[in-house]
């Protein structure tokens, strides 16, 4: 064997190697052994559960609501008029200060991902009841996630 064979079986390898695979492709391989080239493309790794406890004041704000209630209502009609709007009233307003005294939980989704193009990258949804860990999916730009199938 000559120095150029030597010299050229290292070269063609390595040309080879980027004409199959270029460097900017983002090559990902399904379950089913299926290849899907996709650049906002990810893996899921892990799927975290969020829950976010809501305010626990619904004592507090059903007694407040009652008394403002209690209190507009006293101000409209007369005699027993105003006795009833005033009741009406604070029942109301008790209910709708329980209602935001309780308020402001809820739960979401935290996908951490291994996207196609080598990085990594965290999503959150609502719900993730579709995906597993493992799956491919696609995230598009306003962050909304979908299982590639």
Known sequence: MNIK???SLPLAALLATAVAAPASAAVLTRSD????????CGVVQSIEHNVTAGRDHG???AVIGAIA???LGNQVGKG???TL???????GGGFAGNAIGKGGGG???????????????????KDASAIREGDI????DQGNVSRVQ
């Not at 709007?85 to 029942?91: C, D, E, L, P």
């Not at 739960?107 to 949804?125: A, D, F, I, P, W």
């Open 5 to 7: 064979t030597v010299l």
């Open 33 to 40: 052994g299926i290849y899907v080239r996709c650049d906002q």
């Open 59 to 61: 004592t507090a704000g």
């Open 69 to 71: 209630g209690g209190v």
């Open 80 to 82: 027993k008029g105003r």
């Open 85 to 91: 709007a005033t009741v009406g009233g604070a029942v």
């Open 107 to 125: 739960e979401s989704y935290t996908l951490r991902l291994k996207m196609g193009t080598g990085g990594y990258t965290n999503v959150q949804v």
């Open 137 to 140: 999916v696609v995230v598009d």
